[in-house]
């Protein structure tokens, strides 16, 4: 079994805090973080510093990851799930419905019967046709809240196994979410 870096043997608030010092660095300067925590009493290389800095900078990358898949899911269906869809479909039924009204309202010899019943057919089918669209769309809405909520999982996890703090954790997925929503 490997030994414990020096580092993972720190008190958690000294890691927490050589992490943060290292991400605001842009994962550099550890000649300088060596001298600080030597200030601090721990006695830790600048190898070892870098060597950890690696692994957090690959977490970090992997979180990233997770997180721009999650907003390239939920944007790349946006234009789809967007009020535009639900708004065009509104839309169309509400000049049907108006048509429909006008249609009832021509007075006996404007319309013909038969023209009359041709037309009212032609609406229900274009009337079935959107109720159809809506469903689907509605559906595919869900599908799209369902797979954020996985990616925001699925990030999550990757998150906590990364060492981020519960808040982070918590931040990171209503970043996510808030996005499908």
């Known amino acids: 079994m490997a030994r414990r870096s020096s580092i993972e043997k720190l008190p958690e608030d000294v890691r927490r805090w050589l992490e943060r010092a290292l991400t605001e660095s842009g994962f550099s300067g550890y000649t300088e973080l060596e001298s600080l925590l030597r200030e601090q009493g721990y006695v830790i290389s600048k190898s070892a510093i870098h060597r950890y800095g690696q692994k957090i900078e690959r977490r970090y990358g992997a979180i990233r990851a997770a997180t721009e898949a999650a907003r390239m899911l939920t944007e790349g269906a946006a234009d789809d799930q967007d009020a535009r869809s639900e708004a065009v479909i509104a839309l169309i039924q509400t000049e049907l419905f108006e048509s429909i009204v006008r249609l009832q309202e021509a007075e006996e010899g404007e319309v013909d019967p ?29 599908e799209v809240r369902d797979r954020a909520r996985l990616a925001a999982s699925n990030a999550e996890k990757i998150a906590r196994k990364g060492g981020l703090s519960a808040d982070a954790v918590q931040a990171l997925r209503r970043e996510i979410l808030g996005i499908a929503t």
Request: glycine letters at 0%; zero cysteines.
């Open 114 to 142: 038969k023209e009359r019943v041709a037309l009212l057919s032609k609406v229900a089918k274009n009337v079935a046709t959107l109720s159809r669209a809506s469903v689907n769309l509605k559906k595919f809405q869900s």
